[in-house]
């Protein structure tokens, strides 16, 4: 009973690491893609202990840098500056299509003297004309509806941003393809 019991539990190992590959390679067969969306699954199957020529290889999954840069910002942190970093994630990600999930930014503020929301990014999104590449239609924190694209392609969990001592991250969730700030 123990012998069947191994087999089977092989078999469905095996299966389900060629379907993963046949997905890859997949991928990489459609020619004029930009899909990402397998690229963990890509990642899973080039880690796995087999030999290197049945592991698949997909260039647009090699190109996304998925580092985190931790800085200090000692200057004055405004809604812009905080922008700037927040459409650096966001091109980082491919605008959004990039299959990986990843910390952009590890923001250190040693003191943020005006306050910074999720209303007054917006804002500055909204002068600065960049609701097209970033929307954000929708506050989190107030609840309400904003006049900044069609989606709601960040996601803002810090709160208000003021004081000493303060750290931002900024993170890309490649499931629900937006910009995280926390």
């Not at 459409?87 to 943020?112: N, R």
């Not at 929307?135 to 989190?140: G, M, V």
């Not at 003021?162 to 629900?176: P, Q, W």
């Amino acid at each position: 009973m123990k012998g069947i019991a191994f087999t089977v539990i092989t078999e469905i190992i095996i299966a389900i690491i060629a379907i993963g590959i046949f997905l890859v390679l997949l991928q990489t067969l459609i020619s004029g893609t930009n899909n990402t969306s397998l690229c963990p699954l890509y990642h899973g199957l080039r880690a796995l202990p087999i030999p290197e020529y049945l592991k698949p290889y997909n260039p647009e999954c090699e190109n996304v840098d998925a580092t985190t840069k931790r800085l200090i910002l000692k200057r004055n942190v405004t809604d812009e500056l905080l922008l700037e970093f927040i459409m650096k994630c966001w091109e980082k990600s491919d605008y959004g299509k990039a299959g990986v999930d990843m910390i952009c930014y590890e923001l250190f503020l040693p003191d943020v003297k005006t306050q910074i929301n999720e209303t007054t990014l917006t804002e500055v999104l909204i002068d600065k004309e960049l609701c097209s590449k970033l929307p954000n239609n929708f506050l989190e924190v107030e609840g309400k509806n904003f006049e900044c694209g069609k989606e709601n392609k960040l996601l803002w969990k810090i709160g208000n941003i003021k004081g000493e001592d303060i750290t931002v991250i900024i993170k890309f969730d490649a499931f629900n393809h937006r910009i995280t700030i926390v």
